[in-house]
Structures are given as structure tokens and as C-alpha cells.
């Protein structure tokens, strides 16, 4: 007897499942291979590259981090021994001449209000 099955009103032989692969010339697809495997690793070495920028950046951040802490923890070790450093000095005078100045703008601009609403 016949090894073919009918399955819903078809008759089917039995064999390999799915498709066949369709005869492609095999230096064409030689070819397409190695240029997807070009493409892999050039997109690999931009990866690495990025990778590689972005450690520089964050260690470079790292060190100014670390410097400014530095920094503080001196000011810190001078002011606990009375000391103001220079730098804390500067800081407070700049911003006591912000402030003063914000406060000269603000009167000035208030005058100018109040002139401007007596004219009327």
C-alpha cells in the first residue's frame, strides 16, 4: 500500500516539512555573508568607540568631582581652625554685591513706576 495519507480531502506524501530552499548561486550568498559580517563589525567598533568616549567622559568627571571635594574638605579644615580661606571670602563679597545690586535695580525700577504713574 501507498505511504500517502489523506488529510482533509488531500492526498499527502510524506517527506520534508516547509519549504525548499531555492537554488541560489553559492558565491552570491558567499558574499552576502561576508558583507553582513563587514557590516557586524564595523557596527561593533562604533559601539566600542562610544563606550569607550563615554567611560573617558564620566572618569574625566569623576576627577573634577574629586577635586572639588578636595577643595571643600580644605575650606572645611580651615574654617575649623578660624581660618576663612580667600576663595569663601570672594564668594560671600560677590554675593553681598548681587544682592545690593538687585536691591539698587529694584528700587531704581520702582521709582520709575511710580514717576511713570504720576504722570497720568
Do not use: F
Request: aromatic share 4%.
Amino acid at each position: 500500500m501507498d505511504d500517502s495519507k489523506v488529510v482533509g480531502g488531500k492526498v499527502k506524501k510524506p517527506g520534508k516539512r516547509g519549504r525548499k530552499p531555492a537554488k541560489i548561486d553559492l558565491k552570491a550568498k558567499l558574499e552576502r555573508s561576508r558583507q553582513s559580517a563587514r557590516e557586524c563589525r564595523a557596527r561593533k567598533k562604533l559601539r566600542y568607540q562610544y563606550l569607550e568616549e563615554l567611560v573617558s567622559s564620566r572618569e574625566r568627571a569623576i576627577c573634577a568631582l574629586r577635586e572639588e571635594l578636595e577643595m571643600y574638605k580644605q575650606w572645611c579644615m580651615a574654617m575649623d581652625q578660624g581660618k576663612i580661606p580667600s576663595e569663601i571670602k570672594a564668594l560671600l563679597t560677590g554675593e553681598e554685591q548681587n544682592k545690593s545690586q538687585q536691591n539698587s535695580s529694584r528700587h531704581t525700577k520702582a521709582g520709575k513706576t511710580d514717576a511713570n504713574s504720576n504722570s497720568w
